[in-house]
Structure formats: C-alpha cells, structure tokens
C-alpha cells in the first residue's frame, strides 16, 4: 500500500488535464495512490479523464464534490479522507518533469524532521510554452527555516509540493470556515501561505519546511488570471501575519470575517490603494510585452502613484532571482 496520494483539485480542466495525466504516469515514482477531486466540472473533463486511463491503464479514483465548493475545499477533502501519511497537490493544469515525485518523496522520508518538501517551479504559457521566470521561494536548509520561523516570518513556498498529512491537520489543515459566503472565495487566497505558516509553529519542536532547489515542474501562468483579486491577497497575508502573532502569543486567532471587520475605513482605504498599485503593475508588464507603450505608461504611472515604495519592492526583491 502506497505511502503517498498525489491529489488533483480539478474544475473545467478539459483543455489540459490529459497533458497534466501524461505527466503524472510519466513520473520515475508510481508508488503512491492517485485521486482526482472533481468540484462539480460542467466540461468534458471527466470524460477526458476516463478516456485517458482506458488508453493508459493506471489506478486512479476519482472523487465527485456534491457542491462547488472550490480550490481549498477540495484540499480539506483529500487532508480528511486519505490514508497515506503523506500527500501532493498537483494542479490540473501544471506539468511536473519526471522526477518531481521520487525526488520530494525520497526528501521527505529522509528526515522525520520534515514536514514539507517542495521544489522550484518555472513558468509556461497557456500553450505550454516556455516563459521567462518561475517561482524559486522557500528556505533549502532546516536552519535557514528555524531561523525564519522564530522570526514570525511568513512561509512562502510554492503550492507544489509534498506534506505530512496528519502534522497539517493538527494545525487546522487547509482552512475553509470563518470565510464570508459566496465570491470572491478568499479562503482560495494565499491557502498554502496559511497552511505553511501555520505548520511553521512547530519548529520549537524541530520539525522543518524546505525546498529541493531543483525546478521539478512547470506551472502554467494564464494572462487572463493575472487580474487577480489583489485586495483580497493582501487582506489575506495581512490576516495570515496576524494570526502567527496572535497564536504566538498565545492568543485566540480571528475568522476572515472578524479580521476585516476590524479593520477602519483609513486602513481600507490604504489596502486598497495597495491592491492597485500591484494590479496597475502587473497590467504595465503585460502592455509592455505586447508594445502598447501608452497603456504600459499609463499603467505604470498609476501603480506609483498609488504606492510609489511597491515597485521598488518588486526589483529588489526580483532583479536578483535566480532565472
């Protein structure tokens, strides 16, 4: 019996979940158990699925969600119904090279210290296509995470990754109450963050979050996603940071709903400006790539005008990165 579920969280991935399956059964490790959540698909993604595996024989099972309840509800499902220790999340439309599963699992049961594992990723197109960047987050030794974690230092890793099942559900898990009904789905932000973070708590005990500084897979980053809800990020972060001073302290956390509540109209205000500071940016660099130079200009002119210190943030903490 395999110690390891490989999950995909899947909702209307008809154009590239076969491609995200060629991936998985091309993997150097097939010993772990493969589960399919499907959060109420309205495409021809399960049809695509099943056609797949009667082509490519292969255990797999797939789950059908009653309810839309998305990306984090699908999470919580597969934390509270597995049977392995251990878990990776695969998104339905990222493709992992071949080793991305042998190399996080033989990382993690090396040391019963870990808790998690992840890895580099780097970015593709809608196409497949290659694109410059990717994600490089997350500290590569134990000491490096010790010593971030007795900081209050949020936990950025990237989603892609390997964790022990019962270690993250005796922190919550990934969290999907005290959350506002309907759209947006702000437990949908930042969910890895607070996961991390949350396991990051542990460290007193010695237990560690790491990455392998290898790029394992390659996630694909849609332009027409890039429009993302910015305020409910940073409400999200702000909110995440406050619970880790909270629980450190030894106090009550608060839901979503109490933490914004508390918020003033001033501090609303400023987070606001914030969000459109880093949307008016991330619209700059896309108007640039595609030589609307007096929409990149315009656009650039509002992000600075909003928070003149977010782009200076941005190169300092990217002109470095590893490419």
């Not at 049809?47 to 309810?67: G, K, M, W």
């Not at 694109?131 to 950025?156: H, P, Q, R, S, V």
Request: charged letters at 30%; aromatic letters at 10%; proline letters at 3%.
């Amino acid at each position: 019996m395999p110690d390891l579920t490989l999950a995909i969280c899947m909702y209307n991935a008809e154009k590239y979940i076969k491609e995200t399956l060629e991936c998985i059964i091309a993997q150097t490790m097939q010993d772990f158990h493969l589960l399919i959540i499907n959060d109420c698909s309205t495409d021809g993604s399960v049809a695509v699925i099943e056609e797949f595996f009667t082509q490519n024989p292969r255990q797999y099972e797939i789950v059908n969600l009653p309810v839309n309840g998305g990306l984090s509800a699908g999470r919580r499902y597969v934390e509270e119904h597995a049977t392995t220790r251990y878990i990776m999340f695969v998104d339905s439309d990222d493709c992992p090279y071949p080793t991305l599963v042998e190399k996080l699992y033989g990382k993690i049961v090396s040391d019963n210290d870990l808790m998690a594992v992840g890895c580099h990723l780097e970015y593709m197109d809608n196409k497949g296509g290659k694109m410059k960047g990717g994600i490089y987050l997350g500290e590569t030794t134990k000491e490096g995470f010790y010593e971030k974690a007795a900081k209050e230092k949020l936990i950025f890793m990237q989603p892609t990754a390997i964790y022990d099942r019962e270690v993250a559900l005796s922190v919550g898990g990934h969290c999907i109450s005290g959350f506002p009904e309907g759209k947006p789905r702000y437990q949908d932000l930042c969910e890895d963050l607070d996961l991390w973070t949350r396991m990051s708590d542990l460290y007193k005990e010695g237990k560690a979050i790491v990455v392998v500084p290898e790029v394992l897979c390659r996630y694909r980053k849609h332009e027409s996603a890039m429009s993302a809800n910015s305020i409910g990020m940073i409400l999200r972060m702000r909110h995440i940071k406050k619970n880790l001073k909270l629980r450190r302290r030894g106090e009550k956390e608060l839901t979503f709903i109490e933490f914004r509540d508390s918020l003033s109209a001033e501090e609303l205000k400023k987070l606001e400006k914030d969000a459109i500071a880093a949307d008016s940016l991330r619209q700059s660099y896309y108007a640039l790539k595609k030589g609307h130079i007096f929409t990149f200009i315009g656009k650039l002119t509002s992000s600075i005008y909003n928070n003149p210190s977010y782009i200076i943030d941005k190169i300092r903490h990217n002109i470095f990165r590893k490419k």
